[in-house]
């Protein structure tokens, strides 16, 4: 089970902590919703819950809840540009279909 | 695949919760609609892959419905009258400003009892803002199809200089074609946007806007987030179409067709004129084919450089408002960091060269021109519908014309001055002029000028029930609040009592852009004539003023303080004040103010010893010596 980060969204997850000056690290996870099942969790969090894994990479603590985690691992959470736009993106190898408007996405 | 930011816990965005925005470019030539899908914007297309919807609406006979965009505007030749064209150069016109626009052009107008034109056509007249909602109504169908469903909001984007009549009566043809707005933008502003400027460093941009029928230039600040506009200049009657109309007039003198061309030819010609402007910006020489009336073909050329001699001047014509909004701005031409082109217009090589040369660096042309502002507005759509709750970008705008209010003597007290940004609230307190005034009219105007006659006036009201004071006593609060769609109301409220009058100002349709322009132009020309003009008044105010206060107490108090060779002293100094008051000539009315003031300085003086003897009368002086009999 393993989650992994790339450069540079460490670097906006780091300044995006920071500026916030507050928050244990950063949640990731799934929950159902969306027309083709599943939409992506992407907060920061205050508080870990029993359920929860947290992760250590490049010292941000990372929770995922145990049922989050199967549908994530081996996830790469990347930080790319599009144009005018940027943001977090991930990639996760489970994901067979998503919508079309990408939203939310199906294994 | 779209792209998160981090939310806070418990926050993360349901999917396919988002709005549905679009942002409109409704232009002179062309208008478009565009939306961000995936966090990106986008100019939606009809079914044949056009995304440029023509601007042209034509109406047909026994109420079948208008055809708008390419369908319309190919039938501009056969069927000229009932095919509207640039009607965003009318909307929020009036009646009076048509007998220059309709020399110029071929319509026919009908004549109706509003003040609004109208065009005639077989479907019935129809007003300038009727065909926008056409427009509008057309590019809202197109973004439903993307969108899964009719937009629940949308940004319109309105050249810069658009008055208040001109914002309205687009939010009229909006609210015709069952759109809600969410706001108008400033077209500069929105191509701003849509380079991404709010997400570059703090800078001093120029937007360099050239369309079918106007041009627009804009100075824009970007600080901590926020986009200003600094300023803004332009020409409403300089664009393609003028370029193409000059482009005309040299192929008709060079196939030797006469001036009397009927409507579907001179319509011909004028899409001729454009084809070939479009290929000059690619090629360095163009053939033209040009079929005659009388059915054999003319074949002429003309090389670029042709060409850009012929248009020349036109561009040359871009550069004084460049230098005003720049000089409006209060920047030197060294401190612009950015310059972008907006307009097809801006395709043209030699645009590029003067823009290139005045403003001293390559101008940015990344995203198509015809797009920009449609592609900023959608960005601006999708926050202001909430799709992007956290973001914090604000757009500001500035009124183009001061506004303020009549004050005794036919002079103008600006409330808000010009260039200041929108949305903005100012109030000032006035007061009475009479003794016991119990009502206040108040006239609201636009213009820089200093007397009311060569503002504009938008709206008159009154507000009654101020209770009865001394002149000067009554503390009235007027405030004049601009919205973020620069919409203007004014609102009076008299301080002790609370009564309180507002107007929204809807102000009748009417002052063009040119007037706009003119009317900036004539407060510099007439800067100082100004200055005189209010000086005279606000001396002749303080010579009727003197004169009022003497003669009612001369009507008191005449008599029994004055003898008759006092008295016909101050009455001769009265009467030369007065007869001189009705002249224009400062100095003897303020020799005039003075004499009279020196003659009836004993009579002052008397009354002042009066007033104190008989605050003291019936009071004997015991009673201030604390003595108790006498």
């Known amino acids: 089970m393993a989650i992994t980060m790339s450069p540079s969204a460490v670097r906006h997850v780091k300044g995006f902590l920071e500026s916030r000056g507050k928050g244990g690290g950063l949640r990731l996870g799934v929950k159902t919703s969306g027309c083709s099942g599943l939409a992506y969790v992407l907060e920061v969090f205050d508080e870990v819950d029993k359920n929860d894994e947290v992760f250590d990479i490049e010292g941000i603590k990372i929770a995922v809840d145990r049922k989050s985690l199967i549908y994530l691992d081996g996830t790469e959470l990347d930080y790319v540009r599009e144009g005018l736009n940027e943001g977090f993106k991930f990639k996760n190898p489970n994901e067979k279909n998503s919508c079309g408007c990408g939203e939310s996405f199906s294994v | ?630």
């Open chain 2, 1 to 630: 695949m779209t792209l998160l930011q981090i939310s806070e816990p418990g926050r993360s965005p349901e999917p396919h919760a988002r709005r549905r925005a679009a942002g409109i470019d409704l232009g002179t030539t062309h208008s478009l609609v565009a939306t961000v899908v995936d966090g990106r914007p986008e100019t939606i297309p009809d079914a044949d892959g056009r995304v440029l919807l023509p601007s042209v609406v034509r109406y047909l006979a026994d109420g079948a419905p208008a055809v708008v965009g390419d369908a319309a505007r190919a039938a501009q030749a056969e069927d000229p009258l009932n095919t509207l064209a640039s009607v965003k150069r009318l909307i929020g016109r009036s009646i009076d400003e048509l007998p220059e626009f309709a020399n110029r052009s071929h319509y026919e107008f009908a004549a109706g009892d509003s003040i609004m034109p109208k065009f005639a056509t077989v479907a019935g007249p129809i007003s300038p803002v009727q065909a926008s909602a056409e427009i509008l109504r057309a590019l809202a169908l197109r973004a439903a199809g993307t969108l899964g469903g009719a937009p629940e909001g949308v940004v319109i984007t309105v050249p810069a200089y658009f008055d208040d009549s001109q914002r309205q009566a687009t939010i009229d043809a909006a609210r015709i074609a069952g759109l809600n707005v969410l706001r108008l933008l400033n077209e500069p502003t929105a191509a701003a946007v849509a380079y991404g400027l709010d997400r570059g460093t703090e800078g001093v941009h120029a937007v360099y806007d050239l369309g079918g029928g106007t041009f627009d230039i804009s100075i824009l600040r970007f600080t901590k987030g926020v986009f200003e506009v600094l300023s803004t200049a332009g020409d409403s009657a300089l664009g393609g179409d003028d370029v193409d109309a000059r482009l005309a007039a040299w192929i008709r003198a060079q196939a030797g067709l006469g001036d009397n061309l009927d409507h579907g030819a001179h319509r011909q010609l004028l899409v001729l004129a454009r084809a070939i402007k479009e290929g000059l910006s690619d090629h360095a020489e163009m053939e033209i084919t040009l079929s005659r009336p009388s059915g054999e073909n003319w074949l002429g050329r003309i090389t670029r450089a042709q060409f850009e001699e012929l248009i020349a001047d036109l561009i040359e014509r871009t550069l004084a408002p460049c230098r005003q909004a720049v000089k409006d701005a209060g920047i030197a031409l060294d401190e612009l960091t950015e310059v972008i082109l907006v307009g097809g217009s801006t395709r043209i090589p030699l645009v590029r060269e003067a823009v290139a040369k005045f403003f001293g660096r390559e101008a940015h042309v990344e995203i198509d021109p015809d797009r920009v502002v449609a592609l900023g507005a959608a960005i601006q759509a999708d926050i202001l519908i909430g799709n992007k709750p956290d973001s914090d970008m604000l757009l500001l705008d500035v009124i183009p014309l001061s506004l303020g209010i009549e004050t005794m003597g036919g002079l103008t007290e600006k409330i808000i001055p010009r260039n200041t940004t929108i949305p903005a609230v100012r109030a000032q307190d006035f007061t009475t002029y009479k003794d016991g005034q119990t009502a206040l009219s108040l006239h609201v105007l636009q213009g820089e000028r200093e007397l009311v006659r060569d503002n504009r006036s938008l709206a008159r009201f009154e507000l009654r029930g101020i209770p009865p004071m001394v002149a000067g006593a009554a503390r009235i609060r007027v405030t004049f609040q601009v919205d973020a769609d620069g919409l203007l109301s004014v609102s009076a409220r008299e301080q002790t009592q609370g009564v309180e009058s507002r107007i929204e100002v809807k102000p009748s349709y009417g002052l063009s852009d040119e007037e706009v322009e003119s009317m900036l132009t004539a407060a510099m020309d007439h800067a100082h004539e100004d200055m005189d003009q209010r000086r005279l008044r606000e001396l002749k105010l303080e010579a009727n003023q003197t004169m009022e206060a003497l003669t009612a107490a001369l009507a008191k108090d005449g008599e029994r303080l004055l003898d008759a060779g006092e008295r016909t002293d101050i009455a001769g100094a009265l009467a030369r004040l007065h007869g001189l008051n009705q002249g224009a000539d400062e100095t003897a009315i303020r020799g005039a103010i003075d004499e009279l003031d020196r003659v009836s300085t004993v009579f002052a003086q008397r009354r002042m010893d009066d007033a104190i003897r008989n605050a003291l009368s019936g009071h004997g002086v015991a009673e201030f010596s604390g003595d108790q009999d006498a």
